[in-house]
C-alpha cells in the first residue's frame, strides 16, 4: 500500500463528511461497491474485499491474513514517512508514532467506525460487528486487501520479491 493510499484514506476521513453505509436492505454486493467508492480504490478481484469484509465468527473464509498484512503495511507505511521526513528520529518515537496508527480503539477502529464497517462486515448473530476491535481488523484487512489486488505496497515500484 502506498503512502498515498494511507494518506488518501485518511484524508478522506478526517476532511469530508464520509457517506456512511446505512443499514438499509441493501446487499453485501452494493455494500462492497460503496466502500470502494469510499476507499477511491476498485478492486479487480472483488472476492479480496469479500474476505476483508468477512470475521472469523462468520466463515472460515475470514480476513485474519489480510489483517495481518494490512497491520504491517500500515506500520510500514508509518515507518518509511517518518524516516524519510528523519533519517535520526530515535526508536522510541517511531515505536510511539506506530504504536498510535497501531491503537485499536483510538486509532484504526474509529476509522473503520466512519466509513461505516460495521454495517458491512459480516460477523456471526453473536457477534458485535461494532467491537473496535473487529472495526479495527477490518479496517486494516482493507489495506492488505488493496495491497494484494494492485500487487503493490509502494505505488512507485511492485512489491519486494
Do not use: W
Amino acid at each position: 500500500v502506498s503512502f498515498i493510499l494511507v494518506r488518501v484514506v485518511s484524508c478522506r476521513l478526517a476532511q469530508q463528511q464520509v457517506k456512511r453505509i446505512e443499514s438499509s436492505p441493501s446487499t453485501f454486493a452494493t455494500d462492497l461497491a460503496t466502500l470502494q467508492t469510499q476507499i477511491g480504490y476498485q478492486l479487480s478481484v472483488i472476492n479480496l474485499l469479500r474476505r476483508a469484509m468477512t470475521h472469523a465468527s462468520f466463515s472460515q473464509e475470514h480476513n485474519k491474513s489480510l489483517t495481518i498484512f494490512g497491520t504491517h503495511l500500515i506500520e510500514t507505511s508509518v515507518s518509511l514517512k517518518s524516516l524519510a521526513k528523519d533519517i535520526d528520529i530515535s526508536s522510541k518515537v517511531l515505536t510511539r508514532l506506530i504504536a498510535e496508527v497501531s491503537n485499536v480503539n483510538s486509532s484504526c477502529a474509529l476509522d473503520g467506525h466512519r466509513l461505516g464497517l460495521e454495517r458491512v462486515i459480516r460477523v456471526s448473530s453473536k457477534t458485535d460487528a461494532s467491537n473496535s476491535a473487529i472495526l479495527c481488523a477490518a479496517f486494516r484487512a482493507i489495506f492488505g486487501a488493496v495491497a494484494t489486488d494492485s500487487g503493490m505496497v509502494d505505488e512507485r515500484r511492485p512489491r519486494f520479491s
